[in-house]
């Protein structure tokens, strides 16, 4: 079935540290893999995403890897800051990119 | 160059009354899809539509449709409204190319059903 899992739900870590989120999809035709951040009240924002032809992607603090075997994606986030709080979305697409799913979200909570 | 826009912003509205969400595309993007996003939850597939046609569905009923124009702009309607149907109602457009394109989210219609 079409089907993003998402893990943690929540994920509190000390300012500076490093946090990390799984998701898992189930279409192996999946071939991008995009990744959303959305803060209270607003809509969810790019903030990276990663092609199935490559295996990792950088950003500045973010970074993306990417397990086609396995079926399976991370987001990276390094040095923690306080606005990093929020709650972060995985995405991947099925029925040849017709249709994007969703994970269920992480709360991430940068504590000082 | 403009983003993706909604309207409007937010709406209340009673128990079996019927709604319509306006969405316009970003520039260049010719493929529109709806989510909708329950409090504490992520965005759920409701459909999409492109040249004009409902191209993929999610797991809603029927009183949930749609439609597209040619300039791409779209509108989700919703009868017979539920409390249930209380939720922030997002559209997302991109532009349909050879591979994934990436998908830039309008900042939603929070909708209430009393």
């Known amino acids: 079935g079409e089907n993003v899992e998402q893990h943690p739900s929540t994920l509190s870590v000390q300012e500076g540290d490093s946090a990390v989120i799984k998701c898992t999809y189930s279409d192996s035709a999946s071939n991008y893999f995009p990744w959303y951040k959305q803060e209270l009240g607003k809509r969810p924002q790019l903030i990276i995403d990663i092609r199935s032809n490559v295996g990792e992607k950088k950003d500045q603090r973010i970074a993306v890897t990417l397990n086609k075997t396995a079926k399976h994606f991370s987001l990276h986030i390094t040095e923690t800051q306080p606005e990093d709080s929020a709650v972060y979305f995985c995405?991947?697409?099925?029925?040849?990119?017709?249709?994007?799913?969703f994970g269920k979200g992480t709360r991430l909570h940068i504590l000082p | 160059d403009a983003g993706v826009t909604q309207s409007p912003t937010h709406l209340i509205k009673t128990r079996g009354q019927q709604v319509t969400l306006r969405c316009s595309p970003k520039s260049g993007h010719d493929t529109v899809s709806w989510y909708q996003q329950a409090l504490g939850q992520g965005p759920q597939f409701i459909f999409q539509y492109y040249e004009e046609e409902e191209r993929q569905r999610g797991n809603f009923p029927d009183r949930f449709s749609g439609h597209q124009f040619p300039n791409y702009s779209s509108e989700l309607n919703v009868n017979a409204l539920l409390l249930g149907d209380s939720a922030l109602y997002l559209c997302a457009s991109r532009r349909r190319g050879g591979g994934q394109e990436t998908q830039y989210f309008g900042p939603g219609t929070r909708l209430l059903v009393l």
């Open positions: 995405a991947a697409p099925f029925n040849r990119d017709d249709k994007i799913i």
